[in-house]
């Protein structure tokens, strides 16, 4: 009977150790991850670091992919495809997280009105609630630079009062929320402003206000889902600050999914561009203090 010597050569390739081009393809796709997570976070921009993410990660694959013919490198190769599998979870979860709030600390320029809801909260209790400027609602779609936006601020200095807003129909006002302008473009509105003179002042020291003024729902109402021109990609952000809130457990805003309750003296800061919409249901009227303001 034939017997067959195993030496260590034929019985099994010679263990190696990595190539220190090897180590370097295995901290490259890591490093542009950390890289591009740093600037998404630094600038709120993802489409430059992105792009290098997936070059890299490209690269890295195409040099995992020619190892196939050296046996001696497959256990570090599996290893590897692991990792980035790993990593490419990462990437896409980073990459698909959006950011819907902002942190009111990372706005100081709006602190002082939060600091004097209560102020802000009085001389909205003081205003007439029947008096109206405008009982046509304006279209869901004229928001700032809007036409129809820029002829009631006109109207702001002949007459004074709430107006209704948006209205899915644009044959049918919308009574379940209400409007009382303030400031419009950083100009304050007329006897709006006049009537609300320390809130008008406030407003005043903010510079780049687009749009300002009281927010109020009706008993038993809701906003339904919606967008709006007020987002980081158009330089700007909603504020709301709560000042007549009856119940922040039944008085909420949800943006993206994503829910928050409504608060006296409670600032909220997210960006309108992604679908939002609120409640109010409580048998009170719920009112904030709502503000389109460019970001520095």
Known sequence: M???????????????????RYIIHIFCPIRFVYLWYKTTREKNSRCISTNI???????SFI?????????????????????CLVIASVYYYYNHSETVYYP??????????????????????????DKMINFQSRKKDDWYNGGQLDELAKKHFQDYGWHSAWSEDDNKANYNWKNWGLMYKDV????????CPLTTAMLNTIPGIRIAGFSLMTPNSVINPHTDTTGIKYGSLAYHLGIDVPDKNNCCLIVNGE?????????????????HSAYNITDKERCILYIDFQID
């Open 104 to 129: 009111p600390e990372n706005y100081n320029k709006m602190s002082i009105l939060q600091k004097h809801w209560n102020v802000i909260a009085n001389e909205y209790k003081a205003l007439p609630k």
């Open 188 to 195: 304050a509105l007329g006897k709006n402003s006049e009537l």
């Open 2 to 20: 034939d017997t067959v010597n195993y030496t260590k050569n034929n019985s099994c390739q010679e263990y190696k150790l990595p190539s220190i």
């Open 53 to 59: 993410v997936e070059v890299h990660l490209r690269k």
């Open 63 to 83: 040099f995992f992919s020619n190892l196939k013919s050296h046996y001696y490198y497959m256990d570090h190769v599996l290893t590897m495809l692991i990792v």
């Open 259 to 275: 829910k928050k309750e409504e608060e006296n003296g409670k600032v909220i800061i997210f960006d309108s561009t992604y679908l």
